[in-house]
């Protein structure tokens, strides 16, 4: 092995991972398999699953050695878990180190900057928090659900007034397409405004906008009429094939409606189209419902798993502290 390559892996293994390191820099030496790869990553979910932080670094560390210098989506989702993996056994300053790698590597994904943010909103670093959080909706552009993502992480850290202020922001978003209107639908309904979200989901709906339907059926049981959230609903399940974000909201309500088998049916139908921007609902909801329906063995299991993709949501890290008592 040259001199070059061994300064690279000695890097690589250390606090301050780059993700430029993770790319380019071992080509001189050849790249190992995908397989060994792949089984690297593994272990390292593996550990994380089992709570194993330390293992499961040193195996993300292991997987990147192997990337050689192909850059794809897998390299930076090992990235990604390892950054989980170091904030979950309280390396902040490690977990930051991979988020400013992601973040100066890909100036187009928004990600990372929502997910470092959320690191800095939960450490009390307010100020940083907001820098990145406007820094993510700059890169991902007319993303409501991002909007209200952040604004409902900056509520739940008594920042009340800032959480608005993004929704505000949304609300200005120039726009008349069926999306612009699904969306700031979606906005009204989480401030509590039915009357103005169901004129705006109805305008969506006129649009034949994806999901349209599933949100004014929301709002329509928010506001108290569930005779038209139930009709709406069977509508649309008869004539429209569920989107991932549209069964995450089928589950929601199922489970308000005390179904939680049906629940869970919608959840893992959910998951199994593997689109990132419900997975998190549909895995969060996943876990509700195997709690509501006994199964703690399995929630423990898939709580696990949740944390080592979104190690930053709080309310579930209260969560495994319950279920790790059942």
């Given at each position: 092995m040259c001199k070059e390559c061994k300064n690279v892996i000695k890097r690589l293994a250390g606090a301050t991972l780059g993700l430029t390191l993770c790319l380019g820099l071992l080509s001189a030496c050849g790249s190992k398999t995908t397989q060994q790869m792949e089984e690297k990553k593994e272990a390292g979910i593996t550990a994380m699953q089992s709570a194993d932080y330390k293992t499961a670094v040193e195996s993300f560390d292991a997987a990147l050695q192997l990337s050689g210098a192909k850059v794809d989506a897998n390299v930076v989702d090992i990235c990604f878990y390892k950054a989980a993996a170091e904030y979950a056994q309280g390396n902040l300053k490690e977990a930051i180190a991979v988020y400013d790698s992601i973040v100066d590597y890909?100036?187009?994904?928004?990600?990372?900057?929502?997910?470092r943010g959320s690191v800095y909103l939960n450490e009390g670093e307010k100020e940083k928090a907001?820098?990145?959080?406007?820094?993510?909706?700059?890169?991902?552009?007319?993303?409501?659900?991002?909007y209200i993502l952040i604004s409902q992480n900056l509520k739940?850290?008594?920042?009340?007034?800032?959480?608005?202020?993004?929704?505000?922001?949304?609300?200005?978003?120039?726009g008349k397409s069926g999306e612009d209107y699904l969306g700031k639908g979606r906005i009204y309904l989480e401030q509590g405004d039915y009357k103005q979200a169901i004129e705006y989901l109805q305008t969506a709906v006129e649009k034949k906008t994806s999901d349209a339907k599933v949100y004014l059926a929301e709002t329509y049981e928010a506001s108290g009429d569930s005779d038209s959230a139930s009709k709406l609903l069977?509508?649309?399940?008869?004539?429209?094939?569920?989107?991932?974000?549209?069964l995450a909201l089928l589950g929601n309500m199922?489970?308000?409606a005390g179904n939680y088998d049906k629940a869970l049916e919608y959840y893992q139908e959910g998951i199994k189209k593997e689109d990132d921007t419900a997975m998190q609902d549909l895995l969060k909801g996943e876990i509700v419902a195997l709690e509501y329906t006994g199964?703690?063995?399995s929630a423990k299991e898939k709580m696990t798993e949740y944390l080592a993709k979104y190690p930053t949501d709080q309310a579930a890290l209260r969560e495994q502290t319950f279920l790790q008592t059942r």
């Open positions: 890909d100036e187009t994904d928004y990600r990372p900057c929502f997910l907001i820098k990145d959080y406007e820094e993510a909706v700059k890169r991902a552009g007319s993303n409501y659900e991002l739940a850290s008594g920042m009340e007034d800032e959480g608005d202020n993004f929704l505000d922001e949304a609300l200005a978003l120039e069977a509508e649309y399940v008869k004539e429209e094939k569920p989107s991932a974000e549209a199922e489970i308000k199964d703690f063995s």
